[in-house]
């Protein structure tokens, strides 16, 4: 079945250090995938997503492109900040008789110390 | 504001004890989806609903309800909650099922302890 494995965490980091949280899935067909981040007592909120192959997605300085040959989604951002501490969820839609349910990893937290 | 609410934040109850949680969309939302989120698990789909009177079951629907007799809101019933339904439950919401990839929208979560 369609399933997102992500890396475990806690990931914890400096301020202005290089972040990397990999995520690899399975999927049939061509899904649909995204970020999503849950800061401390909040919901989720779409980070950035990538619809088709090759294409990357982009906001708030991180970047994560669609790899098809490597069915990779990693999350990237040059320079993280104190305010990027949060819980990041890699996910995935499959859509089955127009269902879209987001198929989630099991979410990395990282934590930025100044 | 654009937001999904849910009610409550945080309930403690016991088993046995039917309960309610409530989920409200104001982007007039046709799609609406329950989720819960257990350590070690990340999120799972209990429910969810195409457009009003339209609801099917997700991953994980045992001991689970839910209706949308209306396009905004979509609650979520445990008639009979025992404590393995103790987690932290998200309503999401995106403008359509079907076609084009959108967006979902998510509630702030209602925190639900069984004992």
């Known amino acids: 079945g369609n399933s997102v494995t992500q890396m475990e965490g806690p990931v914890t980091l400096s301020e202005e250090a290089f972040l990397t949280i990999n995520c690899t899935y399975t999927a049939t067909g061509y899904p649909s995938l995204f970020w999503y981040v849950q800061y401390p007592g909040e919901g989720l909120q779409l980070l950035l997503k990538?619809?088709?192959?090759?294409d990357k997605g982009s906001n708030k300085g991180f970047e994560a492109t669609y790899r098809k040959e490597t069915t990779s989604f990693h999350l990237e951002k040059g320079s993280v900040q104190v305010s990027d501490s949060a819980v990041y969820f890699c996910a995935l839609t499959r859509s089955t008789s127009g269902n879209t349910p987001l198929v989630f990893g099991k979410g990395t937290r990282l934590s930025v110390i100044a | 504001e654009a937001q999904v609410t849910q009610n409550p934040r945080y309930l403690i109850t016991v088993t046995g004890k039917k309960l309610t949680v409530t989920c409200s969309q104001n982007?007039?939302?046709?799609?609406m989806s329950w989720y819960r989120q257990d350590p070690g698990l990340g999120l799972r789909q209990i429910y969810y609903?195409?457009?009003?009177?339209?609801?099917d079951k997700g991953d994980v629907p045992e001991g689970y309800k839910v209706s949308r007799k209306e396009k905004r809101n979509f609650p979520l019933i445990l008639e009979s909650p025992s404590p393995n339904q103790t987690s932290l439950y998200f309503c999401a919401s995106s403008l359509s099922g079907t076609g084009a990839v959108h967006e979902q929208y998510f509630g702030p979560g209602t925190r639900l302890t069984v004992t």
């Open positions: 982007m007039n939302h046709e799609y």
């Open positions: 609903s195409m457009n009003v009177e339209v609801t």
């Open positions: 990538a619809t088709k192959a090759d």
